[in-house]
């Protein structure tokens, strides 16, 4: 729902101020029409559903991984995609303050840009066009969706687009995460390492978002060959604005390392990986195994991602391996371009 122009539509009707503060919490709690927001006159609904669109974006196609995973594409009204992916997960991350039946966690991976200008080899996004930022309404839009389909409790800036490129939007977009169930704590920007936006989320007076940085190199040379944005900003600066945001935050920066057969998954690059995180206090790693999509490479093996992940682990840098998921609906990382 574009929330400026709900605000202009209902002064221009001479609304009173709460108005806009009801239909926003409505929606928020999943209604899926003006017409089920009963609290408002029978008269402003019908005005609102010919004025305001329900939504800003318009669902173009759906996809059900076979886990469990959905998948959205959407189309802005200016016609630029986008895609957003909600994650089920069963079992015992169990989140206390949203209520959900099946008790799983319900992760939303949403964009931030149509496209992306970065041009990342790996990743399948940065092959598409730029299209542009989105709004903070088409941001809020994409969660919406899915909590019209059920509750989602956490987020991450996963999906296309680079976050720190767009972060006034993607910030007035997480000041509302929290009344459609998702907070700050368990929202995450990823970056490929903006070190200006990273700055800024070390300074601003919001509550503390979660910060992940997608480094899949320890050297220079390899990360510009695999991310071209390393030549502006160098391995040891990203990492340096990092543990200022760490040292003004308090929480750990997650770094994301895919893991490319023969490419950066040799015993000595996860040596120098666990040098480049000392002091490892301000780190945890999340190695992610290769989605496919239509690059030159190959993903590890899963006894080279173990074997890596022992090497780090020894060192004492704390170390995942993320589970991918959403595989056979090209809903999972750095697969969302928008061929189907
Ligand atoms: N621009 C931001 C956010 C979008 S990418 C960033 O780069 O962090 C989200 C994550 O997906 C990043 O860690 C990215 O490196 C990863 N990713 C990209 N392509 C991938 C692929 N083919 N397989 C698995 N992960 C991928």
Not at 67 to 83: I, M, N, Q, S, V
Not at 105 to 112: E, I, N, V
Not at 228 to 257: G, I, M, Q, T
Not at 310 to 319: A, F, I, N, Y
């Amino acid at each position: 729902m574009n929330l400026e122009l709900l605000q202009t539509t209902l002064d221009e009707m001479g609304e009173p101020p709460f108005r806009s503060k009801q239909v926003w919490e409505w929606a928020a709690r999943g209604a899926g029409s003006y017409e089920e927001m009963t609290n408002l006159p029978e008269t402003l609904r019908g005005a609102l559903s010919e004025l305001v669109p329900f939504s800003a974006l318009s669902v173009e196609h759906e996809a059900l991984a076979s886990d469990g995973t959905e998948k959205a594409l959407f189309h802005t009204t200016d016609g630029r995609p986008l895609e957003t992916v909600l994650m089920r997960y069963r079992g015992s991350k169990h989140s206390a303050s949203v209520p959900n039946p099946s008790g799983g966690r319900r992760s939303l991976c949403l964009s931030s840009q149509s496209g992306c200008p970065l041009t990342c080899t790996f990743c399948a996004t940065g092959t598409m066009a730029f299209g542009r930022n989105l709004t903070a309404s088409e941001i809020l839009d994409q969660a919406l969706h899915f909590r019209r389909k059920e509750p989602v409790d956490h987020a991450v800036f996963m999906g296309m687009g680079e976050p720190l490129l767009n972060l006034d939007n993607v910030l007035t977009a997480c000041r509302r995460l929290p009344d459609i169930g998702i907070h700050p704590s368990s929202t995450t920007i990823s970056t490929v390492g903006w070190i200006p936006g990273i700055d800024r989320l070390t300074e601003h007076d919001g509550a503390t978002i979660r910060l992940a940085l997608s480094l899949h190199a320890p050297d220079d040379a390899l990360r510009s060959e695999l991310m071209p944005v390393n030549d502006r900003f160098p391995l040891a600066d990203v990492l340096d604005a990092c543990r200022r945001w760490h040292d003004s935050r308090k929480r750990k920066v997650y770094v994301e390392y895919l893991m490319l057969d023969g490419v950066n998954d040799r015993y000595e690059q996860a040596v120098q990986l666990a040098g480049l995180l000392e002091p490892r206090t301000a780190f945890k790693v999340n190695l992610i195994p290769y989605n496919p999509t239509d690059s030159q490479f190959e993903g590890s093996s899963r006894e080279a991602i173990a074997a890596f992940r022992d090497t780090l682990e020894e060192r004492g840098v704390p170390t995942t391996v993320r589970l991918t998921r959403g595989h056979d609906i090209h809903a999972a990382c750095g697969q969302l371009a928008v061929s189907r």
